[in-house]
């Protein structure tokens, strides 16, 4: 049975920073593109962050230079360090695992990213 967990969200003031984690069984993350969305309250889920089985990471504009994702895999686990953070970075933030070769994908539970002063 394949889990992925999220943790570290919180309520942060603009400016401020949270890293987000995503603990994984049932897979290998360094085996999956592993990535970050995230879903905004009436907007449609998006990606924020992906990093590949070769470490090769993937950006939205929107967090280019303020967001890191990073894997772990003694922990079997990826990361995403968000600084600088904004209102408009306020969302659910989900944790995905993708495997091109089978098709197969799946999703955390999410984990609340609220940003307010």
């Known amino acids: 049975q394949v889990q992925l967990v999220e943790s570290g969200g919180g309520l942060v003031q603009p400016g401020g920073s949270l890293r987000l984690s995503c603990e994984a069984s049932g897979i290998i993350c360094s085996l999956y593109v592993m990535g970050w969305y995230r879903q905004a309250p009436g907007k449609q889920r998006e990606l924020v962050a992906q990093i590949t089985s070769g470490r090769n990471t993937f950006y939205a504009d929107s967090v280019k230079g303020r967001f890191t994702i990073s894997r772990d895999n003694a922990k079997n686990t990826v990361y995403l360090q968000m600084n600088g953070l904004k209102p408009e970075d306020t969302a659910v933030y989900y944790c995905?695992?993708?495997?091109?070769?089978?098709?197969?994908?799946?999703w955390g539970q999410g984990t609340q990213v609220t940003v307010s002063s």
């Open positions: 995905r695992a993708d495997q091109p070769a089978t098709l197969s994908g799946y």
